[in-house]
């Protein structure tokens, strides 16, 4: 059973920098696809794709949300997944959640290809 764990989330001045990392302590085989969504403030906010990585293929992909400012990178031998994110703004206030899937069938891109979700950290990036 996946289970993914999550951390590194807080508070920080806007132009810092935070780590968020996402370990799937099931330690199973199912987890081969891994990303990161982010979620705003707002009761009609949807989840966007920030970005993704996969064990067997090498890939990363990235969504237009952080415009190149994050890095996505993974151990596998640990089973976890680290979000670098820099020059942080306050819109980049959200709930950041980790995801992950055994196959993505059309789109990274797609909350719908991922089977289990992380309990969400909160990032905070004041003005």
């Known amino acids: 059973q996946v289970h993914l764990a999550e951390a590194g989330g807080g508070m920080v001045q806007a132009g810092g920098s935070l780590r968020l990392s996402c370990t799937d302590t099931g330690r199973t085989d199912s987890s081969q696809h891994m990303g990161w969504f982010r979620q705003s403030p707002g009761a009609d906010r949807d989840r966007e794709f920030v970005?993704?990585?996969?064990?067997?293929?090498?890939?990363?992909v990235y969504g237009d949300s952080l415009e190149g400012r994050v890095t996505i990178s993974g151990d596998h031998a640990k089973n976890t997944v680290y979000l670098q994110m820099n020059s942080l703004k306050p819109e980049d206030t959200a709930i950041y959640y980790c995801a992950a899937a055994k196959y993505i069938y059309r789109d990274y891109k797609i909350k719908e290809e991922y089977e289990w979700w992380g309990q969400g950290t909160q990032v905070t990036v004041s003005s």
């Open positions: 970005a993704a990585i996969g064990w067997s293929g090498g890939y990363t």
